[in-house]
C-alpha cells in the first residue's frame, strides 16, 4: 500500500502547525536560492569548464541536508516527539525494546511535484553479527576481561535467546540476509514495525501476507526513510536513536557515529526522571558536543500535576547534575510534551486524559507564548496544545542552528566556489573583448604558464598531505603518552590505596581524567588542521594570483581568488564510548578476590584498562583524525581544481585566433548578460563574506 501524498494527508491546520517554528530556516533557502541564481548566470556567461564547475556546485547546494540525531532515557518519549516533529503521528514504533531498536533516519523533502517515498533497510554483516553472538557485545567484552564469569554467562544465555528467535523468525534466510539491504517504493507503519520493532511473542500465528511485527527486527542495523515534510523549506534529516542503555552496546558506537555526523543533538528526557547522576551514560555522550550544538527537551510536562512550579525545579535540578558530571552547562533547555502535540496534529486535544488536559490549561494560563509559536492563535484548543507542546520552540532551536551553523559553512564554500568561477569569467571576457594587437600576456609562454600552474597544484596538494602527516604522527603521539600517563597515575594510586586499605577493599578510578586529556588532544588536532589549511589555501592562492599576473597580465582587482574556510572537525564524541571503569556493581568485587599480591593487582588493572582505553585512542586516530584529513584535503583539491578550471578559460582565450574572438565578442557582448553576471558577483561577495 502507497503511503498517500503528504499534501493529500496533511490539511491546512497541519500544515500551519508544522510550519510554525521553521521560519528561520526559510531565510536559508532564499539565500540558497539567491546562491542558485547566481550559479545560473555563471552558466549562461562562461565556457563549458564554468558550466561544469557551477554545476558541481549546485548539486552541493542541492543536496545539502543537514541533520539532527535525537538521544534520550528509555520510556521518555523520544520516538513520539520524532513523530509530532515530522508530523506523522503513528508513523515509527514508539515502545520498542532497546536492544531490538535501530538507528531510524527520516529524510525530509520539501513538496514537490512526483515526490514518492522509499525506504532503505541495511542489516548487520556477518562481522558485526559475529561480535554480538560470539561475545556478548560491548557487554560481553567488559564483563570478559573483567573476570565477571556469572555476568558474562547470563549475557550469552540472553544473547543464545536472541539468535535462536532470530532464526525462528528468518529460518534458512537468516545467515544469506546478513550484510544485505532492502529497498522499496514506500513505506507506510506496518513495513517499518517489520524491520525496526521487535514484534510479537514467537507462539503466536503469523500475520497474514508474512508481514509480521518485528520480523527482520533483531538484524537490521539502520534504517532510511525518504518523505516530504509539509511546509519545509529546506532538507532535514531526524534520526531516532536506541536508547542509551542499550543491552549489549551493540548500537552504542552507531549512536556515537550518529551524533558526530549531525553536528546537532537533541537530548530527550521524561519530566518525572529529568537528569539525574544515573544517567552518566548519557552525560558521557555528550559531554563532548558543543552547549550550542546541544538541545535538551523535557519531555511528558504533560504528567506533572502543576508544570509552572515544577519546571524551574527541574530546569535547576538539569543544570546542577550537568555542571557536576561536566556536561555541557549552557545547552538550551525546553519542556514539553509530544503527547499535546500529537493531539494537535490529530485536530482533538479533548482526547487526551483529563489530567493531561487539565495540565495544559494550567499552564496555557500562567506561561508566556513559547518561542517560535507567536504567530498561532493559542486561544483555539489545536493550535494551543502546538504551541505549549515544546515543539514550536524546538522547531525554531533547530532552524536557528542549521541556518548559522552548517546552512552558513554550506552557503560560505559555495558562495567561494562560484565567486572564484565567476571572477574567472569575468577575467576571461576581459582577456576576450581586449584588443588582439595590443594584448600583454605576460613574460610566460603559453606552455611555460600551463607547466607553472600544473605544478603549483600538485605541489600545492602534496605539501598539505605531508602537513596533515606530520600532524596525525604527532597526534597519535600524544594520545599514546596521555594513555601512559593516566595508567601510571592510576596503578599508584591503586599501590597507595592497597598499602593503605589492604587487598580486602575495592578500589575504583574515576576515568574523567582521560576522557579531558584525550578531548585537549583532539583541541590540539583541530587547530594543527585548521591551520594547516588555511596556511596552504592562503599560499597556492599566492602563487596562483602571481601566475596569472606572469601568464594573462592580471593583477590581484582583475581576478581576486576568494579562500575557502577550513572544515569543521568533528566533536570527539566517542570519548563518551562506555569502558569499564565506567561500570559499577559486583563485578569489581570478584575482580579483587580473584588476584593475590599487590604486583597482580597492579599487573591485571594495567591489562584490563589498557585493553578498554585502546579503542579511544584508536577510534580517534584512525576514524575522526583520518576522516578530518581526508575532508580538509578534499576541499583543497575542489580549491584548486576550480583554479584549474579558471585558468584553463583564460588560456584558451590568451590563444584563441581572430575568429574565436569574434565569435566571442558577438556572443558575450549583449549587456543582459553582463549584467547578469554583475548581479551574481553583488550576491556571491555578499554570501561570501558573512
Avoid at 588560456?651 to 565578442?665: R, T
Wanted: glycine share 8%; charged share 25%; hydrophobic share 40%.
Amino acid at each position: 500500500m502507497n503511503v498517500m501524498n503528504i499534501s493529500d494527508r496533511v490539511g491546512f491546520t497541519e500544515a500551519r502547525l508544522l510550519a510554525a517554528g521553521f521560519s528561520e530556516l526559510h531565510l536559508l533557502a532564499e539565500d540558497a536560492d539567491r546562491l542558485l541564481s547566481a550559479l545560473d548566470a555563471i552558466e549562461a556567461a562562461g565556457d563549458d569548464n564554468a558550466s561544469r564547475r557551477a554545476a558541481r556546485v549546485r548539486r552541493q547546494i542541492e543536496n545539502f541536508e543537514p541533520s539532527v540525531t535525537m538521544i534520550g532515557q528509555i520510556k521518555s518519549g523520544k520516538t513520539t516527539l520524532v513523530n509530532a516533529l515530522i508530523g506523522q503521528t503513528e508513523l515509527l514504533p514508539a515502545d520498542v525494546n532497546p536492544w531490538t531498536s535501530v538507528v531510524t533516519s527520516l529524510h525530509l523533502h520539501p513538496e514537490r511535484e512526483g515526490f514518492e517515498n522509499t525506504a532503505s533497510f541495511r542489516f548487520f554483516d556477518e562481522g558485526e553479527w559475529d561480535r554480538l553472538v560470539s561475545g556478548g557485545g560491548r557487554i560481553g567484552e567488559l564483563a570478559s576481561r573483567a573476570g565477571a564469569d556469572e555476568e558474562l554467562e547470563k549475557i550469552k544465555e540472553q544473547v543464545a535467546q536472541m539468535r535462536e528467535k532470530s532464526m525462528a523468525r528468518l529460518g534458512r534466510k537468516f545467515e544469506m540476509l546478513l550484510g544485505q539491504q532492502h529497498d522499496y517504493g514506500y513505506f507506510d507503519q506496518e513495513l517499518v514495525e517489520r524491520y525496526v520493532c521487535l514484534g510479537d511473542d514467537l507462539d503466536e500465528p503469523e500475520a497474514p501476507g508474512g508481514h509480521e511485527q518485528g520480523r527482520f527486527a533483531d538484524i537490521t542495523k539502520s534504517a532510511d526513510l525518504q518523505m516530504q515534510r509539509a511546509a519545509l523549506p529546506v532538507r532535514l534529516c531526524v534520526r531516532d536513536t536506541p536508547g542509551v542503555n542499550d543491552t549489549f552496546l551493540m548500537r552504542e558506537q552507531i549512536t556515537i557515529r550518529a551524533i558526530r555526523d549531525s553536528r546537532l543533538c537533541v537530548v530527550v528526557l521524561s519530566a518525572h526522571q529529568a537528569l539525574s547522576s544515573t544517567d552518566l551514560a548519557l552525560i558521557r555522550l555528550i559531554a563532548h558536543v558543543k552547549s550550542r550544538d546541544v538541545l535538551i527537551f523535557v519531555n511528558r510536562i504533560d504528567e506533572l500535576s502543576d508544570p509552572s512550579t515544577q519546571i524551574p525545579q527541574i530546569a535547576e535540578s538539569i543544570a546542577e547534575t550537568l555542571e557536576k558530571h561536566k556536561g555541557p552547562q549552557d545547552a538550551q533547555v525546553i519542556f514539553g510534551s509530544a503527547l499535546w502535540a500529537c493531539a494537535a496534529l490529530e485536530g482533538d486535544p479533548g482526547n487526551l486524559p483529563p489530567s493531561s488536559r487539565a495540565a495544559l490549561e494550567t499552564y496555557a494560563a500562567g506561561a508566556p507564548v513559547p518561542q517560535g509559536a507567536g504567530n498561532l492563535d493559542v486561544e483555539t484548543p489545536v493550535e494551543m496544545a502546538w504551541a505549549f507542546s515544546g515543539l514550536p520552540e524546538l522547531q525554531s532551536a533547530i532552524a536557528e542552528r542549521v541556518t548559522n551553523g552548517v546552512g552558513a559553512s554550506m552557503l560560505h564554500r559555495a558562495a567561494a566556489s562560484g565567486l572564484n568561477l565567476a571572477n574567472g569569467v569575468a577575467a576571461t571576457n576581459l582577456i576576450g573583448s581586449a584588443d588582439p594587437s595590443g594584448r600583454d600576456g605576460g613574460d610566460l609562454t603559453a606552455r611555460e604558464a600551463r607547466a607553472r600552474m600544473d605544478g603549483i597544484v600538485a605541489d600545492a596538494g602534496a605539501a598539505l598531505k605531508k602537513d596533515f602527516d606530520a600532524i596525525l604522527d604527532s597526534f597519535s603521539e600524544r594520545m599514546n603518552r596521555v594513555q601512559d600517563s593516566f595508567l601510571e597515575r592510576a596503578t599508584s594510586s591503586l599501590i597507595v590505596h592497597l598499602e593503605k586499605f589492604g587487598e580486602q577493599s575495592p578500589w575504583t578510578y574515576d576515568p574523567a581524567g582521560l576522557r579531558v586529556l584525550l578531548s585537549s588532544s583532539h583541541k590540539v588536532l583541530a587547530r594543527k588542521c585548521t591551520a594547516a589549511f588555511d596556511k596552504a589555501v592562503r599560499e597556492a592562492a599566492e602563487q596562483i594570483s602571481e601566475l596569472y599576473a606572469r601568464a594573462f597580465g592580471l593583477g590581484p582587482d582583475d581576478i581576486p581568488i576568494t579562500l575557502p574556510r577550513a572544515p569543521q572537525v568533528p566533536p570527539p564524541v566517542s570519548l563518551g564510548r562506555t569502558i569499564a571503569l565506567d561500570l559499577q556493581g559486583s563485578w569489581w568485587k570478584r575482580w579483587w578476590l580473584q588476584r593475590k599480591g599487590y604486583h597482580a593487582y597492579a599487573e591485571g588493572f594495567v591489562e584490563l584498562i589498557r585493553a578498554e582505553t585502546d579503542p579511544f585512542v584508536q577510534e580517534l586516530r584512525d576514524d575522526l583524525a583520518e576522516g578530518v584529513r581526508t575532508e580538509a584535503c578534499e576541499e583543497f583539491d575542489s580549491f584548486l581544481n576550480e583554479q584549474l578550471s579558471v585558468f584553463a578559460s583564460m588560456a584558451q582565450m590568451q590563444d584563441a585566433g581572430a575568429d574565436e574572438l569574434a565569435a566571442f565578442v558577438s556572443e558575450n557582448a549583449p549587456r543582459e548578460r553582463n549584467e547578469q553576471l554583475k548581479t551574481a558577483l553583488e550576491i556571491l561577495n555578499g554570501l561570501a563574506a558573512r
